[in-house]
């Protein structure tokens, strides 16, 4: 087990070094010069102070020395200084919009899970009856639906409408704080993020579970006497979950993305937004410090996702 550790662990490092690569390529063949995000439109720059700030910044650097130089200040916690924020370090500005984001999408998780698998296991047990057929149908409108059109979608029928909750960002401006504001303004949000998860899970888990009510030991237990209820509780729904494991460890990776337009939709301050600003303004720091910290939160999930189903599946063979 450990061994398998190590070795997950490794990959994982070389996918974020990867990342880097791609992240630092990809912003350096955007359009335009990266120097011009600096510039202030209304104070004139001679050629010579374009040059000098062109050198003080190292983009007369070759290439590869610029991606070795920040990857070099990167590993010591220094991603340099917002732009468009005056001069604000950019990891603290980062670090301080990732529980906003956390608590949205592990909020959308949370409603996934539950609400997937109960979905899937009651579309299991009602198989080709109106239970299945309904929820089958649902899942494949929640998957095929993109995040920003059931955001826009709820965001004026539940607030804009019928005025159940507030229109968007996190608290009420002016308003002390309270866990009942809070929930008011993270109930929507979390809901429309949880729906393609949630489609998602419930397939997983009623094709899951269909498969494992057609293996011999629940079979067995059923020619035992063994109440319909436990057999599906206690021996199919049990060995059901091992693949759903997975699914849900993806899930997260998706969920980022989700949460990028569900964060932009109702003004929530988190990654998401803040990306989306710092992309509109060409805030290249705050840019690739942002990418980089997300995609590392997705591979540690991973990571830690293929490890809990070597942990409680033994048919995974991991010496």
Same mark, same amino acid.
């Given at each position: 087990?450990? @061994?398998?550790?190590?070795?997950?662990?490794?990959?994982?490092?070389?996918?974020?070094?990867?990342?880097?690569?791609?992240?630092?390529?990809?912003?350096?063949? *955007?359009?335009?010069?990266?120097?011009?995000?600096? !510039?202030?439109?209304?104070?004139?720059?001679?050629?010579?102070?374009?040059?000098?700030?062109?050198?003080?910044?190292?983009?007369? @650097?070759?290439?590869?020395?610029?991606?070795?130089?920040?990857?070099?200040?990167?590993? *010591?916690?220094?991603?340099?200084?917002?732009?468009?924020?005056?001069?604000?370090?950019?990891?603290?500005?980062?670090?301080?919009? !990732?529980?906003?984001?956390?608590?949205?999408?592990?909020?959308?998780?949370?409603?996934?899970?539950?609400?997937? $698998?109960?979905?899937?296991?009651?579309?299991?047990?009602?198989?080709?009856?109106?239970?299945?057929?309904?929820?089958? *149908?649902?899942?494949?409108?929640?998957?095929?639906?993109?995040?920003?059109?059931?955001?826009?979608?709820?965001?004026?029928?539940?607030?804009?409408?019928?005025?159940?909750?507030?229109?968007?960002?996190?608290?009420?401006?002016?308003?002390?704080?309270?866990?009942?504001?809070?929930?008011?303004?993270?109930?929507?949000?979390?809901?429309?993020?949880?729906?393609?998860?949630?489609?998602?899970?419930?397939?997983?888990?009623?094709?899951?579970?269909?498969?494992?009510?057609?293996?011999?030991?629940?079979?067995?237990?059923?020619?035992?006497?063994?109440?319909?209820?436990?057999?599906?509780?206690?021996?199919?729904?049990?060995?059901?979950?091992?693949?759903?494991?997975?699914? $849900?460890?993806?899930? !997260?990776?998706?969920?980022?993305?989700?949460?990028?337009? $569900?964060?932009?939709?109702?003004?929530?301050?988190?990654?998401?937004?803040?990306?989306?600003?710092?992309?509109?303004?060409?805030?290249?720091?705050?840019?690739?410090?942002?990418?980089?910290?997300?995609?590392?939160?997705? $591979?540690?999930?991973?990571?830690?996702?293929?490890?809990?189903?070597?942990?409680?599946?033994?048919?995974?063979?991991?010496?």
């Amino acid at each position: 087990m450990l @061994q398998y550790i190590l070795r997950r662990t490794v990959v994982g490092l070389l996918m974020l070094l990867a990342l880097t690569v791609l992240i630092f390529t990809l912003l350096r063949l *955007t359009p335009g010069d990266p120097i011009d995000a600096y !510039i202030n439109p209304s104070v004139p720059m001679s050629a010579a102070d374009l040059v000098a700030l062109r050198t003080r910044l190292g983009l007369d @650097q070759p290439l590869p020395v610029q991606y070795f130089a920040w990857l070099g200040a990167a590993v *010591t916690g220094d991603f340099g200084y917002s732009i468009q924020r005056g001069g604000e370090p950019v990891l603290p500005l980062v670090l301080g919009r !990732i529980g906003p984001t956390i608590l949205l999408m592990f909020s959308g998780l949370a409603i996934s899970v539950v609400v997937g $698998i109960a979905a899937g296991i009651l579309a299991a047990v009602r198989r080709n009856q109106f239970a299945d057929l309904s929820l089958s *149908t649902a899942a494949f409108v929640g998957i095929s639906s993109p995040a920003f059109l059931t955001a826009l979608l709820g965001l004026y029928v539940f607030a804009v409408v019928l005025r159940w909750v507030p229109a968007g960002g996190m608290l009420t401006p002016g308003a002390p704080f309270s866990v009942g504001d809070l929930l008011a303004h993270l109930i929507l949000p979390a809901a429309l993020l949880s729906i393609g998860h949630g489609a998602l899970i419930m397939r997983y888990m009623r094709s899951s579970l269909l498969e494992v009510l057609s293996q011999e030991y629940v079979r067995t237990a059923r020619a035992k006497g063994v109440r319909e209820f436990w057999v599906i509780v206690k021996h199919a729904v049990r060995n059901a979950l091992l693949p759903v494991i997975t699914v $849900i460890g993806s899930t !997260i990776g998706i969920a980022i993305g989700g949460a990028i337009f $569900i964060e932009s939709v109702f003004d929530w301050p988190g990654m998401g937004l803040l990306m989306i600003n710092a992309v509109v303004r060409r805030d290249y720091p705050v840019i690739m410090c942002a990418t980089l910290l997300t995609g590392a939160c997705v $591979i540690l999930v991973n990571l830690l996702t293929d490890i809990a189903y070597a942990a409680v599946d033994p048919r995974i063979k991991v010496a």
